[in-house]
């Protein structure tokens, strides 16, 4: 089929469709009208199906309407016909028949009857222990789901106590790192400093016997002389007090003033040094 003719057939199945109302304006292009055309091909074969299984149940329903039409006659013969039923037993009929309906029973025997109720009894125990496995299952999901709210309400404490340290931890973290970042500026400076100082000092050429490392080692080596000393100015003094006629207690003394001498002197020379 052309496209003209495509166009023409996808027009009329529109027009179909909306009926009284106006079809709405879209772009007509020859890609949208081959896919409703397609459309249109699909619908007439749902249409064609439906109108057989319409038809189907029309001429079901003319031949249940002859058998029940025939049936009334053969019943009025016999002195059966509704009109001859007295109402409770006409009612009766009609619960029956109603009944059979529900049942969907084949024909109305008293064997289809059972069987159906029978089967709407299994289907009844069947529904009952189903009910019992669900009922179960629902406590089950109860206990499940009562125990899943304790531990997502104790998640959640946790959480928001995790996300409260967290808070603190950053604000804490912020100030360390500003202090980092001052401590990082000050040290650059003073290294800056330092570096400028140490120029100055080689430009000077200062004797490095006055540098503080310098006088600091001079001044261990005072307080070790010192500490040298003290013993043997007690030594010295407990040899003064023996009696002066001991000629070698002389000796020892005059030994023990040199060496007090040479430790003065030493001492001296260290205080001169420490004063420079």
């Not at 000050?186 to 006088?215: C, G, M, P, W």
């Not at 070790?224 to 207690?249: C, I, R």
């Amino acid at each position: 089929m052309d496209l003209s003719s495509q166009r023409l057939l996808v027009g009329k199945w529109l027009e179909e469709i909306f009926g009284q109302d106006e079809v709405p304006e879209f772009e007509l292009n020859a890609q949208i009208i081959q896919q409703l055309y397609q459309m249109v091909l699909i619908s007439r074969k749902k249409d064609k199906k439906i109108q057989l299984v319409i038809d189907d149940l029309n001429l079901k329903i003319n031949e249940y309407n002859a058998e029940a039409h025939r049936l009334s006659e053969v019943l009025c013969r016999l002195g059966l016909g509704q009109n001859h039923l007295l109402k409770s037993c006409a009612n009766n009929v009609m619960m029956l028949a109603k009944l059979g309906n529900l049942l969907n029973v084949k024909d109305s025997s008293d064997t289809c009857f059972y069987l159906a109720l029978q089967h709407l009894d299994n289907e009844l125990e069947k529904v009952i222990q189903q009910r019992k496995i669900e009922a179960k299952h629902l406590e089950q999901l109860s206990a499940k789901s009562y125990g899943a709210v304790l531990k997502y309400s104790s998640l959640k404490k946790a959480l928001e106590d995790v996300q409260e340290k967290a808070e603190k931890e950053h604000q804490t973290n912020e100030e360390r790192k500003n202090n980092t970042t001052f401590l990082h500026g000050k040290s650059e400076k003073y290294e800056k400093e330092i570096n400028k100082l140490q120029r100055q000092l080689s430009k000077t050429l200062a004797d490095e016997s006055v540098f503080h490392e310098k006088l600091v080692e001079k001044s261990e080596v005072l307080k070790s002389l010192q500490a040298k000393l003290s013993p043997l100015q007690a030594e010295l003094q407990s040899y003064q007090s023996l009696p002066p006629d001991l000629t070698e207690t002389k000796i020892r003394i005059e030994q023990l003033r040199k060496e007090l001498a040479t430790l003065e002197k030493d001492l001296l020379e260290s205080l001169d040094v420490h004063c420079l």
